[in-house]
């Protein structure tokens, strides 16, 4: 596996030596003072050039970063907008373990990219084209303080949606009540759990994505918890899941909500839950739905 020393200075070779492209900046988790340090760390790195074109037209010119193991082109996907006059991305895995995720963005494209994230790092600016920056940071991935508005919405949201998880279980709709579980109602309690993590800590730090630091902040039984609601598709395990999500969603924003000042709802969720609960009993026969 080339070292990272080999891997910077090939990136900075190939720029320093490639009259269309006029800046380099980094960002990502090797910018990140707080990301841990690993082999999987990939490179984010974005090439500033004149123009997109040449580089979208010829795709063998990235094979001088290495043997390409697999790759992705995210630009040339039917499914997801794009514009490749400005940005184009190659992800690329090579054949000794190293990712490089590289991207050409046109001038104007990056000089109003770079200030809107606090991890961007210039390595090099030829003209002096891109502004300048503090030094690389978590700033704009830092936990903000919610709104009483956005916390009674999140709220709102989980505890709404948990009908829809309570009666795919009951239609035996595994895969819809999976996705309702993990996409929607999870990503709630994702939010909650970061907001508590935020008001813990004055709002100064960054949960990263998915949450996967929060575990920093929270105590062992509640990360314990989280991880509890992470079930497989068996039903019955999924009740329970669901169950253990109920309440440590419903005790953290009550905590969330006396640290804060904003009301707590505890209506909404006593009569959301009951009615999961009332659900979770019903014959798979039942000919109505009486919760109370």
């Avoid at 990272?4 to 200075?9: A, F, P, T, V, Y």
Wanted: hydrophobic share 35%; with cysteine; glycine share 4%.
């Amino acid at each position: 596996m080339r070292s990272e020393q080999e891997m910077m200075e090939l990136i900075l070779n190939t720029a320093r030596e490639d009259a269309r492209i006029r800046a380099v900046y980094m960002n990502g988790s090797r910018t990140n003072p707080n990301a841990p340090k690993d082999i999987f760390q990939d490179y984010d790195i974005v090439y500033v050039v004149e123009e997109t074109g040449s580089f979208i037209r010829d795709r063998e010119w990235i094979r001088r970063f290495g043997e390409i193991l697999f790759m992705q082109y995210p630009d040339e996907s039917p499914d997801e907008p794009s514009d490749k006059e400005n940005s184009y991305g190659y992800l690329m895995i090579f054949t000794d373990g190293n990712r490089l995720d590289l991207t050409v963005k046109s001038i104007p494209h990056a000089q109003e990219n770079v200030p809107e994230d606090s991890l961007c790092r210039i390595l090099l600016d030829k003209d002096g084209i891109l502004p300048s920056i503090p030094e690389a940071s978590e700033a704009t991935y830092l936990v903000r303080r919610p709104s009483q508005e956005q916390y009674a919405a999140t709220c709102n949201e989980f505890w709404w949606c948990l009908n829809n998880i309570a009666k795919g279980l009951w239609r035996n709709e595994v895969t819809y009540a999976q996705d309702m579980l993990n996409f929607v109602v999870r990503k709630q309690l994702e939010k909650m759990l970061a907001w508590k993590v935020g008001a813990l800590t004055d709002y100064s730090v960054s949960v990263g994505k998915s949450g996967k630091y929060m575990h920093r902040w929270l105590s062992g039984e509640e990360w314990q918890k989280y991880l509890d609601t992470y079930c497989s598709a068996d039903a019955a395990e999924m009740w329970k899941a669901v169950e253990i999500m109920c309440r440590l969603f419903y005790d953290t924003s009550k905590w969330m909500a006396e640290k804060s000042g904003f009301p707590f709802d505890a209506q909404e969720a006593d009569n959301s839950f009951r009615y999961f609960s009332a659900v979770r009993e019903m014959n798979a026969d039942a000919s109505d739905i009486c919760p109370f």
